[in-house]
DNA sequence: AGCACGCCGACT
DNA sequence: GTCGGCGTGCTC
């Protein structure tokens, strides 16, 4: 009887494969979590090993023998694989996907584990001896030399990208390094980590506390909700638990939500910490993200710094987590297999035994609910002596205000005192463009997007009209195209026309703006906010990419320009999100002697949650708030999913919709169903879109009734419709 | 997801 | 007559 393998191939299945065994491999290379590639239709595959099977699960002649295994060893632990399959199952997505999620490109590709192997310069004795003179002619080179003289240990390659203009810079200059006989690279790949590391931070009391509570609870598993403001030291005690792991031996994974975050993370964590750190994220080239995977892999990296999906990189020596920014909705993939790596990281802890510490100012309620249930431990910074003193808020009431492109004559006037005084303000504002909309004065005609149920923005710098949904893209008309006038008027405000006025009403003062459009370039943003702290700027203005990571000690002042647009949403997390911007953007600010004003501007300066959030700060909000989602059954009192659909018509994806609903309505009755009803924005790039809501108090009904529906579905399957399955959704649109 | 197979419309 | 549209079924 020869050997079957159960193969998990990545397509959108809920099933897997049998294979022969490929000839003459010996049952213990057969083991799960290698990669195998094996014949697929009339193509070759990557799969992943699941397990030896006994009988296989169709006619033994329709097995055909599996290629070969590409691994000598499971790149997958066993506790990696299980957790990868308690994604699938929780996510309700196929294995073969979950598991290739977890590799870096080059790996699903299956190319060999050991061609990236992650590489360092060093200078050779004949480049230790040049003088920095030699690179008169060559400005990145010399900068490559300078950093490779001040260093003992090997400049890790994942790391050149980082140290000027564009990756490509450095690499070239890299390599004309070497060429020239100057440096070279050598392996780090027999590098273990090296038990010494960096010198202890002085701590305070209160980060020396959390330091030691944490660290008593290395090797086992605990969820550690590190609650302090901006400023209080969070990251120091990230630091100093990563260096009690590292000195066990251990490795740390360091999740962020954002690209943008890693430079200034990665910055102080190699000052403190002498092991290998190595980054992954989208930024990336695949063959440093595939090296910093199998450095991590294999044992070789210390610390693994990485955004979301860094959330699976196998760890050879487990120790400990880090979740920066743990309410951040950059967490939740919104594509595809849709997790939240917050959630997963949590269950990878347990699986793996070890502590998790997930930091913020703006706890998620989800984990002040589990810290008040018990399951996660709070441990609180208080802010800093020396550091910046909580913010005093004040509203603008601008009903019945005119505003000059969004600005209120209080906020004008409170920022020329600001800026008289030296100091800097920062406006916050999400919405970018020009105007949200532009509309014709003599018949009201609005310019929409042709594909998408939304307004087109206008982006008056370029002369463009945007939608902000799809990729069209317009001139500016000359005339209304309905009824021929020329008096197109842009309505609304956006951050492009914020900073227009602002050049009017301050012209002496600098404006940095900063959002997607102004950011585009490759280190525009860096250039900007090193602009910014050095006083070259007056006035900052942003969308929420100024709320994350960056602080500003020299803005007192800050402008929220529109409160109301968070706080009156259908989406029901929409104030807790609201809250957590306001606090964020409002820690961006102020320092030692002086304490920062948040001033926002409202046309509800009476909403409850706004009051009680600017009354009791965020944790009497957070307590409100969760009151009310404990009498409506939503998160954290509930569970849901939402099962989106989109097709070439409306009915079709409704129709869809309400077949599933039919197939399994009645069948449980802990289970709630709200729809199908058509998507917030129906209509997007074309396609129609509708969606059913699922909610339960009991987490089990929720998932019984998606297996089961999805085991019909399989059965029958609607071709026209392209649906997806979003458990405990964070966005509805 | 790909890919082949098959059945209907407008083209050299 | 056939080129190609995409609905349908299948992949061990």
């Not at 955004?307 to 920014?325: C, K, Q, Y």
Request: aromatic share 6%; hydrophobic share 40%.
């Amino acid at each position: 009887m020869e050997t079957v393998v159960r193969v998990a191939v990545p397509i959108p299945a809920y099933r897997c494969f049998d294979y022969l065994a490929p000839a003459g491999v010996p049952l213990e290379s057969l083991l799960p979590g290698v990669r195998l590639s094996v014949p697929f239709g009339n193509r070759i595959r990557v799969g992943y090993l699941i397990a030896v099977v006994e009988t296989p699960g169709c006619e033994v002649e329709r097995l055909r023998p599996a290629g070969a295994v590409l691994d000598a060893e499971p790149l997958l632990s066993e506790t990696d694989l299980k957790l990868l399959r308690w994604a699938a199952r929780y996510y309700h997505h196929p294995l073969g996907e979950v598991i290739q999620s977890a590799f870096p490109v080059h790996l699903r590709e299956g190319r060999g584990a050991e061609l990236a192997r992650p590489s360092g310069l060093v200078l050779t004795p004949a480049g230790a001896a040049l003088d920095p003179a030699t690179f008169r002619r060559a400005p990145v080179q010399r900068r490559l030399f300078e950093i490779l003289h001040g260093r003992e240990r090997p400049l890790p390659a994942s790391r050149l990208a980082e140290l000027a203009g564009s990756g490509r810079t450095v690499r070239d200059a890299a390599r004309r390094l070497v060429e020239r006989g100057w440096a070279e690279w050598v392996d780090l790949q027999d590098r273990r980590i090296p038990a010494v590391v960096g010198s202890p931070l002085q701590l305070n009391p209160a980060q020396l506390g959390a330091v030691d509570e944490i660290s008593a609870n290395l090797g086992r598993y605990g969820v550690f909700l590190l609650e302090g403001v901006t400023g209080s030291g969070k990251t120091e005690v990230y630091i100093e638990v990563i260096r009690r792991v590292i000195t066990r031996g251990e490795q740390a994974l360091v999740l962020v939500p954002e690209i943008s975050l890693t430079p200034q993370l990665e910055r102080r964590l190699c000052e403190r910490i002498e092991a290998p750190l190595a980054v992954f994220h989208s930024g990336l080239s695949e063959t440093e993200r595939a090296a910093a995977w199998l450095g991590f892999q294999k044992g070789e990296v210390g610390v693994l710094l990485g955004t979301r999906s860094a959330v699976f990189a196998p760890m050879r020596w487990p120790g400990v987590i880090i979740l920066d920014e743990e309410h951040d909705r950059s967490f939740k993939q919104q594509e595809g297999f849709r997790f939240s790596a917050r959630d997963v990281a949590v269950m990878r802890a347990r699986m793996a035994d070890i502590p998790l510490v997930a930091g913020s100012a703006t706890p998620s309620l989800e984990s002040i609910r589990n810290v008040q249930r018990g399951r996660y431990v709070r441990l609180v910074l208080p802010a800093r002596a020396g550091a910046a003193v909580a913010p005093r808020y004040r509203v603008l009431d601008i009903r019945a205000r005119r505003l000059q492109d969004g600005l209120s004559e209080g906020l004008i006037a409170a920022m020329h005192d600001t800026l008289a005084a030296g100091d800097q303000v920062l406006l916050f504002l999400n919405r970018r463009g020009f105007a949200p909309a532009l509309v014709c004065h003599g018949c009201g005609w609005v310019a929409r997007c042709r594909r998408c149920d939304a307004n087109l923005v206008l982006h008056a710098r370029e002369s463009r009209l945007r939608c902000h949904h799809c990729a069209a893209e317009h001139g500016l008309p000359g005339c209304c195209p309905s009824c021929g006038q020329e008096d197109l008027r842009p309505l609304g405000v956006g951050t492009e026309r914020v900073d227009e006025a602002l050049r009017r009403l301050f012209p002496e003062v600098g404006v940095a703006r900063i959002d997607r459009d102004s950011t585009r370039g490759r280190r525009s943003l860096e250039r900007m906010l090193e602009r910014v702290q050095q006083g070259e700027v007056g006035i900052l203005l942003g969308t929420q990419m100024l709320a994350k990571g960056h602080h500003f000690p020299g803005v007192t002042l800050v402008g929220i320009l529109d409160v109301d647009a968070g706080f009156y949403s259908t989406d029901f997390r929409a104030a807790e999100h609201t809250a957590q911007l306001i606090v964020q953007v409002a820690g961006r600010a102020g320092r030692g002697e002086k304490p920062g004003t948040v001033l926002l501007q409202t046309r509800h300066p009476d909403h409850p949650l706004l009051q009680r959030l600017l009354r009791d700060g965020y944790p009497g909000f957070a307590a409100a708030e969760l009151a009310e989602r404990e009498s409506a059954c939503l998160p954290p009192f509930g569970y849901q999913a939402l099962w989106r659909a989109e097709s070439k018509e409306l009915a079709l994806s409704m129709d869809f919709l309400a077949r599933l609903r039919e197939e399994a309505d009645g069948k449980n009755g802990a289970v709630h169903w709200l729809g199908p009803a058509p998507a917030p924005m129906p209509r997007q790039a074309g396609r129609y879109r509708a969606q059913l809501w699922l909610k339960s108090a009991r987490r089990e009904e929720l998932h019984a009734v998606l297996t089961d529906a999805l085991a019909r579905l399989q059965e029958t399957p609607e071709r026209r419709v392209r649906w997806s399955l979003d458990v405990d959704p964070v966005d509805f649109y």
